[in-house]
């Protein structure tokens, strides 16, 4: 039987950049802090003083470190690339992907309101690097982890009720969820 490694020790947030007057983010409305959930390269579920992971749901933050744990007895490190998000946050989001793909509804295919995120309420985690969306995708079930959008394999939520028996069908894309209406 392996050991579990201890997990990395956890890094301060950084403060973030200067403020400037005129508003939350030095005047400008299109730039985000840690403190509205943005991550920093490298951040791992253990890494509790950032918001994108503290403040995600207490069950699905405890399911992704007890999967971390396992997948780091394989050598794998579960990586938060996006974690709760603030309102303001995820409106930006929004709008960069409304700029990319065009119009909101090609955008929705990618990126949700700030009403229907299950970011904004911590709910939902995007993890990489790559093999740990593979190991997840493995082994994440007999955690209650589960990717809930086929064109998003990073996306993971918990589903208690699915512990032991599986992750229900995946969703084309966040258009497809009923939530997302």
Known sequence: MAV???????????????????????????VAGTTDGVVPDGVTVFEGGYPAVARLDPGLLGALRRAATA??????????????RSRTYQNRILRKAVSKYGSEAKAARWV??????????????????????????????????????????WHYELRREDIGHGCPPLYADPTHDPRMQ
């Open 71 to 84: 997948a780091a007895d394989e050598g794998i490190t579960v990586v938060v690339n996006s974690g709760w």
């Open 112 to 153: 949700a309101t700030a009403d229907t995120s299950p970011h904004v309420s911590g709910n939902a985690v995007d993890i990489g690097p790559t093999q740990a969306t593979a190991w997840l995708s493995r082994h994440g079930a007999r955690y209650g982890l589960c990717q809930i959008y086929r064109n998003e394999p």
């Open 4 to 30: 579990a490694s201890p997990p990395p020790a956890p890094r301060a947030a950084p403060p973030l950049a200067p403020r400037l007057s005129g508003g939350p983010h030095g005047g400008r409305p299109d």
